[in-house]
């Protein structure tokens, strides 16, 4: 009995001295967690990359269409707009965009001012604004001078993974909201531009 038990335990202890297959062993490990790591660092990486190239996109269409003095703004306009948006950034989904122009008017003493909806347009949101529902944006905008205008830029966008697994399957979506005042002329004119400028 005493031979066997000395017998195991220099087997036991042979085999906790030996190194060979470790490092089999922690590459089968370690690799799982390896993938997952670049793969969760890289996607996070173009997600704030497209994030940034949505942002400027909607700065740049913004920044065209205050530049817009002597030419009124029709669906074909817009639409070239939404076409440029998609040029700017990767178009592997569905852009909403809604193009409005706003003033604000002051009001009489001991009352609030608010904003009048000159135009608005849009195409793949529900609905536009109107004087009737305007007071939903108000509080997202600067504050006005007394007849001053803004342009207004909305985009919202899915963003889809360019590398998709099963931890990374949530719905992503880039809402930005851009506001501009117009450069040259005090108004932006529209040629009765249609609510829907989606061809």
């Known amino acids: 009995m005493a031979r066997l038990s000395s017998r195991i335990h220099r087997l036991v202890g042979s085999f ?97 001012g608010r904003h009048n909806v000159e135009w608005s347009t849009s195409c793949g949101y529900q609905n536009i604004w109107t004087n009737d529902n305007v007071d939903r944006l108000s509080d997202s905008l600067p504050e006005m001078a007394d007849l001053d205008s803004l342009i207004i830029v909305e985009t919202s966008k899915d963003y889809v993974p360019l590398l998709t697994t099963g931890w990374l399957n949530r719905t992503h979506q880039f809402d930005n909201l851009v506001f501009t005042r117009p450069r040259f002329s005090p108004k932006i004119e529209d040629d009765d531009i249609a609510p829907d400028f989606c061809p």
């Not at 470790?22 to 969760?40: G, K, M, N, Q, R």
């Open 16 to 112: 906790t001295a030996r190194e060979n297959g470790s490092l089999t062993v922690e590459s089968v490990i370690i690799f799982p967690v390896l993938v997952w790591a670049v793969t969760l660092t890289y996607t996070y990486f173009d997600g704030f990359r497209e994030s940034t190239a949505n942002l400027k996109a909607a700065y740049t269409v913004s920044d065209l269409i205050s530049r817009e003095s002597q030419v009124p703004i029709t669906e074909t306009y817009a639409l070239s707009m939404h076409s440029i948006f998609n040029r700017m950034v990767r178009d592997n989904s569905t852009l909403s965009m809604r193009l409005s122009f706003v003033t604000y008017q002051e009001g009489d003493e001991g009352e609030e």
